[in-house]
Nanobody, 120 residues
Framework: QVQVVESGGGLVQPAGSLRLSCVVSGRLLSINDMAWFRQAPGKEREFVARISAGGGTYFADSVKGRFTISRDNSANTVYLQMNSLKSEDTAVYYC??????????????WGEGTLVTVSS
């Protein structure tokens, strides 16, 4: 079984910072791309940031210059460092990962999400 678990969400003031973590565990060979998505109340889920197995990154325009994505391959963990937070960043943040299983097939997994609320 493969598990994807986010943590680090909570209440933070505007202009503040928060770091989210996502840990992947279970029977797997490797993890390819890892990404963060978010879904605000009443809105569609949207892409936030992606990092490849080799460390290449890509960000949504709305978070460029404010968010940083990184990964620790030894720990099967991806991080999202969020700085200069705005009320518009309030959302449930979801971790997404392409995981290579022992059979060689790559499967996509989602975490259950962690809530980030930016409010004064």
């Amino acid at each position: 079984q493969v598990q994807v678990v986010e943590s680090g969400g909570g209440l933070v003031q505007p202009a503040g910072s928060l770091r989210l973590s996502c840990v992947v565990s279970g029977r797997l060979l490797s993890i390819n791309d890892m990404a963060w998505f978010r879904q605000a109340p009443g809105k569609e889920r949207e892409f936030v940031a992606r990092i490849s197995a080799g460390g290449g990154t890509y960000f949504a325009d709305s978070v460029k210059g404010r968010f940083t994505i990184s990964r620790d391959n030894s720990a099967n963990t991806v991080y999202l460092q969020m700085n200069s937070l705005k009320s518009e960043d309030t959302a449930v943040y979801y971790c997404n990962a392409d995981i290579r299983l022992f059979g060689g097939r790559v499967s996509n997994y989602w975490g259950e999400g962690t809530l980030v609320t930016v409010s004064s």
